[in-house]
C-alpha cells in the first residue's frame, strides 16, 4: 500500500521552469520504479520519465530528454521533477507513478498513482 501526492505545479511562460515534486508513503522496496507520466489535453497519458527506487538508472520519453531530470531523496519519501525549457506542448497533467512488479515505462505497468498536478505552459 502506498499513496503518492504531486505537488508543483503551476503556469509558466515558454522556456521558463518548474520543478515537480511527488511525496510517497507507504511500504516501499529498493526495486520499486518511480515513473513520471502525463496526460495533456484530447491526448492519451505518456510516458515522460524513470527511476529506481535505488541506483542512478533513468529513462527519458525523447520528447523531454536534455530538459527534464528526474531525481529522488529517499531520507525524504521524495521524487522530483525538473522541468526546464518548457515549451507550450508541454502542458498536460502530471503525474507521479510507482510499480512494485517488474515490466516496462507503459502506465499498464504502473500500480500506484498521485492525483496529478497542472503545467501550464504559455507561448
Known amino acids: 500500500q502506498v499513496q503518492l501526492v504531486e505537488s508543483g505545479g503551476g503556469s509558466v511562460q515558454a522556456g521558463g521552469s518548474l520543478r515537480l515534486s511527488c511525496a510517497a508513503s507507504?511500504?516501499?522496496?529498493?526495486?520499486?520504479?518511480m515513473g513520471w507520466f502525463r496526460r495533456a489535453p484530447g491526448e492519451e497519458r505518456e510516458f515522460v520519465a524513470a527511476?529506481?527506487?535505488?541506483?542512478?538508472?533513468?529513462n527519458y520519453a525523447d520528447s523531454v530528454k536534455g530538459r527534464f531530470t528526474i531525481s529522488r531523496d529517499n531520507a525524504k519519501n521524495m521524487v522530483f521533477l525538473q522541468l526546464n525549457s518548457l515549451k507550450p506542448e508541454d502542458t498536460a497533467v502530471y503525474y507521479c507513478?510507482?510499480?512494485?512488479?517488474?515490466?516496462?515505462?507503459?502506465?499498464?505497468?504502473?500500480?500506484?498513482w498521485g492525483q496529478g498536478t497542472q503545467v501550464t505552459v504559455s507561448s
Open positions: 507513478a510507482m510499480r512494485s512488479n517488474s515490466g516496462t515505462d507503459t502506465p499498464e505497468f504502473y500500480n500506484y
Open positions: 527511476i529506481f527506487w535505488s541506483g542512478a538508472n533513468t
Open positions: 507507504g511500504r516501499i522496496f529498493s526495486w520499486y520504479r
